[in-house]
């Protein structure tokens, strides 16, 4: 079995359309239905209308490095005018953009999540809990004096500011497979702990959270745990937490209560004075002592060593994180889009994307009997854009043989077992010493 076939088996005995090519990874009754739950559908007659716009936005989002008006070229989106001519100025583009808006892009992710986001949780289980992760990143926007207003520049220390504005972004993925389950956009005033705020209802019943200790929030754990069944939480303490030994469990765990601070129960009612925890104690080679805090209070049930093992999956998040700067992003300085709405509407559609193209890779990753974490990201994401690229220069009889020569062998696609870390966190070249470009243009000297 190829990767061409993994990838597109609808795409063997089906004539090539430019824009059914386009969508075998997607299926396109979502698109309608995102613009009828957003009303946004086009009524009257336009040469991009919203459907096509859709598909604009996630072929901006796979096609990295190419301009807008090539990606809409490329994908023959535009209709014929009343004489027959199929071309649309950047003008029109941006206004196509403007008149579908965010909300049919957040509608389409939403229910890619809603149709694979369970699969994607039930299949890579730790003892019959789903293992989810929560952190957040930032990402360059244009430098428009919308953006600057909206998302502000952040400090780049001696007093001076960025060279570009920037988005906060907060996502909640499920560990075991890198799916993207939500995403919160905000500026970069917007701490994380606010926008992550918003996945508290969202989170199934048996289920770990891993989050960084810098979104320790314990009442937030506390009703994490009691809004349903099997609700659990991993997170690293801090250095000034205190806690009460109430029973010993091992040389190196403890059940313990942590009290709720006064201003935490007078801004939440229903907090109680104090919440039980389980502390665990571990030392990896070479780095100092740390304590994980977590809810899983049953020491048979969920043993120390696996905890320990599991809460490092937590920097699964930062690959996935990793995978959208790096290679899907394609290592730009920023994203395209000139003004705050215009920037999420992008990102939704970076986001379907990636969990499109996880999908895919889940796929691969089932016909070997391997982890989807095994798969390369990189490669897989270049397979299906040389695939997007070229199914409309390739006769249709032809497909699969050209997928076979493409994709070669999939066993090449699978990534060794990873290493532990043996070195620190460095900084491998310096910044440059050249002055930082400012947006006023200063006089010139007389």
């Known amino acids: 079995m190829n990767l061409g076939t993994a990838l597109l088996t609808t795409a063997r005995d089906q004539p090539l359309d430019h824009l059914d090519t386009f969508a075998t990874s997607l299926d396109a009754t979502l698109v309608t239905q995102a613009l009828e739950a957003t009303g946004t559908a086009s009524i009257r007659r336009r040469k991009l209308p919203a459907e096509r716009a859709v598909w604009l936005m996630l072929g901006m989002a796979l096609l990295r490095d190419?301009?807008?008006?090539?990606?809409?070229?490329?994908?023959?989106?535009?209709?014929?005018?009343?004489?027959?001519?199929?071309?649309?100025?950047?003008?029109?583009?941006?206004q196509a953009r403007d008149r579908l808006g965010i909300a049919p892009l957040k509608h389409l992710f939403d229910a890619v999540v809603t149709r694979h986001g369970r699969e994607q949780l039930d299949v890579h289980r730790w003892r019959g809990l789903a293992v989810l992760g929560i952190d957040g990143t930032t990402l360059r926007v244009p430098d428009s004096d919308e953006n600057r207003a909206h998302f502000t520049l952040p400090s780049s220390g001696a007093h001076r500011e960025s060279a570009y504005p920037q988005a906060r972004v907060v996502g909640l993925m499920a560990l075991g497979s890198h799916f993207l389950l939500d995403l919160k956009v905000g500026a970069y005033t917007e701490s994380e702990e606010s926008l992550s705020s918003g996945f508290d209802e969202q989170l199934p019943d048996h289920c770990v959270l891993m989050v960084d200790r810098g979104l320790i929030h314990y009442g937030r754990f506390y009703r994490h745990q009691q809004r349903g069944e099997e609700r659990h939480w991993v997170v690293r303490a801090k250095s000034n937490l205190v806690w009460t030994v109430l029973e010993i469990l091992g040389p190196n765990e403890v059940i313990a209560e942590v009290p709720f601070r006064r201003p935490a129960r007078r801004s939440d009612p229903t907090l109680p004075s104090s919440m039980r925890i389980r502390v665990i104690c571990y030392q990896l080679p070479g780095f100092k002592p740390q304590w994980l805090l977590t809810s899983m209070l049953d020491a048979e049930r969920y043993p120390a060593a696996e905890i320990i093992e599991l809460y490092h999956q937590r920097w699964e998040l930062e690959t996935g994180f990793d995978e959208l700067h790096t290679h899907t992003l394609e290592r730009l300085e920023a994203l395209r889009s000139q003004t705050p709405d215009r920037i999420r509407q992008e990102l939704f559609a970076l986001a379907v994307v990636y969990n499109l193209v996880r999908l895919e890779m889940a796929r691969v990753a089932g016909l070997l009997e391997v982890s989807p974490l095994r798969i390369s990201y990189r490669t897989s994401l270049l397979l299906i854009r040389t695939l997007w690229l070229s199914a409309w220069v390739v006769a249709a009889g032809r497909l699969p043989q050209y997928l076979e020569q493409l994709s070669g062998d999939i066993a090449l696609l699978v990534l060794p077992a990873k290493r532990p870390r043996s070195y620190p966190r460095a900084v491998k070249i310096k910044m440059t010493r050249y002055p930082r470009k400012v947006r006023a243009s200063a006089p010139l000297p007389s």
Do not use: E, N, Y
């Open 66 to 94: 190419r301009s807008i008006q090539a990606v809409c070229d490329h994908l023959h989106l535009v209709l014929p005018d009343h004489i027959g001519k199929t071309t649309i100025s950047s003008a029109g583009l941006v």
